[in-house]
């Protein structure tokens, strides 16, 4: 158990749509980061949130967007779903925006379908 | 860009034997680097890291090697059991000044153990 909490663990979505998923993280860390793993490869940084602020982003477009609450939870939000746009979709906490030196802790995951 | 990378996609090995995963990582500048392990519909776990200062460290059953000069990095796991099954990504935090620092994943090498 890692202390990180993503929910829902697995949902469909129809292309055009748009989802929200959802991470707790873990007690006492005030940095989350959520990142997509494609089917087959290693995950891919979207962006990091600390203090409720964007506090760095990957090469994903505007249509991933973010937010953090004041327990340092966080949401991930897609708009306009592409069928690209299926992945497992991971949240990791740490004490500190930055990873070296940390332990970084991973969710077990949203598993977004798009068809 | 930078990139870290694993030089064998599959690894079989046979119970009790020791297996080595190895991982080649671009970024002169990283200093910080980490082995998961990724069971099939979980997030990555956490086995093992390792600072740029330092040439070897060992946990429970599993060393992790680092080579500065040829930028590479390896994960010997002793006595290996079917519970080792599994994907293990290498993972590299370059450092960035004062901002965030991303964790960058490689594509994984996928372990199989033969009982």
């Known amino acids: 158990e890692t202390g990180v909490t993503q929910s829902p663990t697995h949902l469909i979505k129809t292309r055009g749509q748009q989802v929200t998923l959802r991470c707790s993280s873990q007690s006492g860390h005030n940095t989350v980061s959520w990142y997509q793993q494609a089917l087959g490869q290693g995950p891919q940084f979207i962006f990091q949130?600390?203090?409720?602020?964007?506090?760095g982003r990957g090469n994903f477009p505007p249509r991933f967007s973010g937010l953090q609450f004041p327990n340092y939870s966080s949401e991930l939000n897609v708009n306009a779903l592409e069928l690209d746009d299926s992945a497992l979709y991971l949240c990791?906490?740490?004490?500190?925006?930055?990873?070296?030196?940390?332990?970084?802790?991973f969710g077990e995951g949203s598993w977004l379908t798009v068809v | 860009g930078e990139s870290v990378g694993l030089h064998l996609p599959t690894l079989s090995v046979q119970e009790g034997d020791n297996s080595i995963i190895n991982c080649a990582y671009s970024n002169s500048a990283s200093d910080y680097f980490i082995w998961y392990k990724q069971e099939s519909g979980k997030g990555p776990q956490f086995i093992i890291d390792?600072?740029?200062?330092?040439d070897k460290r060992q946990g429970q059953r599993v060393t992790v090697l680092l080579n500065k000069t040829v930028k590479h990095l390896s994960l010997q796991i002793a006595a290996t059991q079917p519970g080792d099954s599994a994907v293990y990504f290498c993972a590299d935090a370059p450092v960035q000044g004062s901002g965030n620092t991303p964790l960058v994943f490689g594509k994984g090498t996928r372990l199989s153990v033969i009982a």
């Open positions: 390792i600072r740029s200062n330092m």
């Open positions: 990791a906490s740490s004490p500190t925006p930055k990873s070296s030196g940390n332990t970084i802790y």
């Open positions: 949130y600390y203090r409720e602020e964007e506090n």
